[in-house]
């Protein structure tokens, strides 16, 4: 008898060290915003490109977030394709899904682009996401922007200013 309560005792002791591990490494998922890099490119330079994002606006099925569209277009120089290369770094133990960032828009931005793919960043790994968005050219590139993402269903959102380096 006195052996299995010692086995028990043990088991229980190994079950709840087993929960506080789990525990702590849910609680310290962690992921850095290492840098932040913006891009201008002038719309000009891919007319036919631009002309074809202006039409799907105006008809309803472009592909994105839309801030607004302006009451009249004007040509594609006076607009810029600004694009955020985002690196960020998983410093978890836990493997972080649906990595998304969202950029908070300024007077003058459009539009900003979908993002593709669904990324999942392994524990130690580090990625480069980007974000583009249509603005107007005279806009500057300084915005906030807020990544979420989840580990284990626990959502980790953090926000940054970015394009003011």
């Known amino acids: 008898m006195k052996l299995l309560r010692g086995v028990a005792f043990t088991l229980l002791f190994l079950f709840l060290a087993g929960l ?22 002038s719309a000009g330079e891919d007319s036919e490109g631009f002309e074809e994002i202006r039409r799907s606006i105006e008809e309803g099925t472009y592909t ?8 009249e ?7 810029l394709y600004l694009t955020y290369h985002i690196q960020v770094k998983n410093n978890s133990l836990i493997p972080m899904e649906r990595l998304e960032v969202v950029l908070t ?11 593709e793919d669904s990324v999942t960043l392994q524990p130690g790994e580090e990625t480069t996401l980007e974000i583009t968005l249509l603005t107007l050219r005279q ?17 980790v959102t953090l926000t940054k200013t970015a394009g003011a380096e």
């Not at 506080?20 to 490119?41: D, F, H, L, P």
């Not at 828009?105 to 993002?115: N, R, S």
């Open 20 to 41: 506080v591990g789990a525990a702590w490494v849910y609680k310290n998922a962690r992921v850095e915003i290492v840098s932040v890099e913006a891009v201008g490119t």
């Open 64 to 71: 994105g977030t839309l801030f607004g569209a302006p009451e």
């Open 73 to 79: 277009w004007g040509n594609p120089e006076d607009y």
């Open 105 to 115: 828009p300024v007077q003058g931005d459009i539009l900003q682009f979908l993002q």
């Open 139 to 155: 806009t500057h590139p300084i915005r906030s922007l807020t990544l979420t993402c989840y580990g284990w269903g626990r959502c």
